[in-house]
């Protein structure tokens, strides 16, 4: 039987309270035109094909909280959900030393047609249920949940966790503060990744253009490998969650930038 995939998923659809769980880099699912972009399914289920574990843990947060996850539902080699359509990262020709055949010499109708199909929709269901939400006078937070591979090019990272922000910090600040409680874990402010409108979409766009309380969480991809590790960091990251259910500071929207859609209106446009 074929197996059909969409571009995205949605768990807990009609849950409306304050958080909204995201992961971007859910899946290595490449539709079958594509011949898997002419990479090995080894190749495929590796770090450049999607954030190992992280779909896990997000489930995990959406179920001990009770809020909604939306997911992407395609590998980010397709077209990087992370990414606005102009970015160098959103169809990648090479990663690490991995050539993607798939990727090479793509016309700019392949480009518009892979984000018609398998970017804008997952994008579309956020900003939807961000209104929908905003409508019930909710102030929903982003909560994005990804994870990195422990060696890129050779270089090792330390860090166990990685959080990402930018200029509105009430959220990350309270994830900073808590797990800083905790002396074994090597957190990491803006590691090891920056937050940034070149290499980053989802959170940028949608907290900005809106306003809204945001953090992107980053896992070391050893530290999920399997199910007693995956309940230590989405059970951490829930109990942060869970103590700032009521908290003041994420109860209103800050001015939405319009210069932040602007940009993105612009790199969203072949």
């Not at 959900?81 to 793509?106: T, V």
């Not at 253009?209 to 896992?219: A, D, H, K, R, S």
């Amino acid at each position: 039987m074929a197996i059909h995939y969409t571009p995205y998923k949605i768990i807990n659809q009609k849950k409306f309270n304050n958080f909204i769980i995201l992961c971007d880099h859910a899946s290595y699912n490449i539709p079958k035109r594509y011949n898997k972009l002419g990479l090995t399914n080894n190749n495929l289920k590796k770090h450049i094909g999607w954030d190992i574990g992280a779909l896990k843990v997000a489930k995990k947060i959406s179920k001990n909280i009770n809020s909604t996850l939306i997911h992407s539902g395609y590998s980010r080699l397709l077209i990087d959900c992370n990414r606005s359509l102009k970015s160098k990262g959103a169809f990648l020709k090479k990663s690490e030393d991995i050539k993607i055949p798939g990727n090479f010499n793509l016309s700019q109708e392949e480009k518009i047609l892979r984000y018609k199909r398998y970017h804008f929709p997952y994008h579309n269901q956020i900003n939807k249920f961000i209104k929908d939400s905003l409508k019930k006078n909710i102030i929903p937070s982003l909560i994005s949940i990804h994870s990195f591979t422990p060696v890129y090019l050779g270089k090792t990272r330390k860090w166990h966790m990685g959080i990402l922000q930018r200029s509105d910090q009430r959220l990350s600040s309270l994830f900073i503060k808590e797990i800083k409680k905790y002396k074994k874990i090597t957190l990491g402010i803006n590691q090891p990744y920056k937050l940034d409108l070149s290499g980053d979409f989802t959170i940028p766009y949608f907290s900005e253009t809106y306003g809204l309380p945001n953090v992107l969480i980053e896992i070391r991809q050893d530290l999920l490998i399997n199910n007693h590790s995956i309940n230590y960091w989405s059970n951490l990251i829930t109990k942060i969650l869970k103590k700032n259910f009521k908290n003041e500071s994420l109860k209103y929207c800050l001015k939405p930038s319009n210069r932040i859609s602007k940009y993105y209106q612009e790199k969203n446009h072949l």
